[in-house]
């Protein structure tokens, strides 16, 4: 407990600190300069795709949830941005889908653990196979390491999803967790609930047009991800085209991926200020962009805090 609470420090620490040097080395008036050039119809716009993109979400895990309610599903995903604005790192944010999804009626735990674990791979995948596609499309020079960064974790996650498809990596995965099982006690209940999620993860990959449908959402889900950021551009009037976001808005997820900040504060804008200054922005319009990203992450954070409280509300009541 005491260790949970000095990592959730030390990360708040982390996020001030880097808002203080963006704050102290940024000029807002410049930011403020950018962001009037937005147009009420960009920003209702990037609202409709930020919404679409949570559809698009919800869909694509209830295909590999088929009882789950498209509501349950939904509630689950909203309130996992609430979450994720509060604890840092996106795992979090994965492990609050699976909480909320869990209050309900439908699937298992098992099932529903297995189901977020498979979704977010297909969706790493699905970032990846658009981020390749940006680089190979994009007019700017850019260092071979970065095609080859992509290609290497789109590899290791195509792997990672197809791993337990092997018979012998599946029963000794198995064998592991029931001898964890036995030598931890206490833990039993632990291990043995591990050990259904991977049975359940063996069944997903065994079902190819399954997965194959949901990478195909993925990347659809990811192209809505690449197009907000794109007309956010243009709004800006910035110089870059939609195949440069594709591979920017990989590296950005990627990089969000770290569970160093509350909310990916700070991470964003360092990454977007180093990106974008290869095309010539000002760090004051990246600062622009980044906020305006963040703000509709706090969109969709506030409508899973409404659901949340209020689905704690009504378990209270029901008490």
Same mark, same amino acid.
């Given at each position: 407990?005491?260790?949970?609470?000095?990592?959730?420090?030390?990360?708040?620490?982390?996020?001030?600190?880097?808002? =203080?040097?963006?704050?102290? !080395?940024?000029?807002?008036?410049?930011?403020?300069?950018?962001?009037?050039?937005?147009?009420? !119809?960009?920003?209702?716009?990037?609202?409709?795709?930020?919404?679409?993109?949570?559809? $698009?979400?919800?869909?694509? %895990?209830? @295909?590999? $949830?088929?009882?789950?309610?498209?509501?349950?599903? #939904?509630?689950?995903?909203?309130?996992?941005?609430?979450?994720?604005?509060?604890?840092?790192?996106?795992? #979090?944010?994965?492990?609050?889908?699976?909480?909320? $999804?869990?209050?309900?009626?439908?699937?298992?735990?098992?099932?529903?653990?297995?189901?977020?674990? &498979?979704?977010?791979?297909?969706?790493?995948?699905?970032?990846?196979?658009?981020?390749?596609?940006?680089?190979?499309?994009?007019?700017?020079?850019?260092?071979?390491?970065?095609? %080859?960064?992509? &290609?290497?974790?789109?590899?290791?996650?195509?792997?990672?999803?197809?791993?337990?498809?092997?018979?012998?990596?599946?029963?000794?995965?198995?064998?592991? +967790?029931?001898?964890?099982?036995? %030598?931890?006690?206490?833990?039993?209940?632990?291990?043995?609930?591990?050990?259904?999620?991977?049975?359940?993860?063996?069944? =997903?990959?065994?079902?190819?047009?399954?997965?194959?449908?949901?990478?195909? +959402?993925?990347?659809?889900?990811?192209? &809505?991800?690449?197009? @907000?950021?794109?007309?956010?551009?243009?709004? +800006?009037?910035?110089?870059?085209?939609?195949?440069?976001?594709?591979?920017?808005?990989?590296?950005?997820? $990627?990089?969000?991926?770290?569970?160093?900040?509350?909310?990916?504060?700070?991470? !964003?804008?360092?990454?977007?200020?180093?990106?974008?200054?290869?095309?010539?922005?000002?760090?004051?319009?990246?600062?622009?962009?980044?906020?305006?990203?963040?703000?509709?992450?706090? @969109?969709?954070?506030?409508?899973?805090?409404?659901?949340?409280?209020?689905?704690?509300? !009504?378990?209270?009541?029901?008490?």
């Amino acid at each position: 407990m005491f260790r949970s609470i000095s990592i959730a420090a030390l990360k708040i620490v982390v996020t001030i600190i880097l808002l =203080y040097l963006f704050i102290r !080395r940024t000029d807002f008036s410049g930011v403020v300069a950018a962001l009037s050039h937005l147009s009420s !119809r960009v920003i209702v716009a990037l609202a409709l795709l930020n919404l679409l993109g949570i559809f $698009l979400s919800v869909f694509k %895990w209830r @295909m590999l $949830l088929p009882e789950a309610s498209f509501k349950g599903l #939904a509630i689950a995903c909203f309130a996992s941005y609430y979450i994720g604005l509060l604890l840092p790192g996106q795992f #979090a944010q994965e492990a609050a889908k699976a909480y909320y $999804l869990s209050l309900g009626q439908s699937p298992r735990t098992h099932r529903i653990a297995a189901s977020v674990v &498979v979704d977010k791979i297909i969706s790493i995948i699905g970032l990846l196979v658009v981020g390749c596609v940006g680089l190979a499309l994009s007019d700017t020079r850019l260092p071979p390491s970065l095609t %080859w960064l992509f &290609v290497a974790s789109g590899l290791l996650a195509i792997t990672l999803l197809f791993s337990l498809r092997a018979p012998w990596l599946y029963s000794k995965t198995g064998q592991y +967790l029931n001898a964890l099982g036995t %030598w931890l006690p206490r833990q039993e209940k632990i291990f043995s609930g591990g050990g259904r999620v991977i049975d359940a993860w063996h069944t =997903y990959s065994k079902n190819l047009p399954l997965l194959a449908g949901n990478v195909f +959402l993925a990347i659809t889900y990811q192209t &809505v991800g690449v197009l @907000m950021f794109y007309l956010l551009s243009r709004g +800006l009037g910035l110089p870059i085209g939609f195949f440069d976001w594709s591979w920017i808005v990989g590296a950005l997820t $990627l990089a969000l991926f770290l569970p160093l900040t509350i909310g990916g504060v700070g991470i !964003r804008e360092g990454t977007l200020i180093g990106i974008l200054a290869i095309f010539g922005c000002e760090k004051e319009t990246a600062v622009a962009v980044s906020l305006v990203a963040f703000s509709f992450v706090l @969109m969709l954070a506030v409508i899973g805090a409404v659901l949340a409280l209020t689905i704690k509300a !009504r378990g209270r009541a029901t008490v």
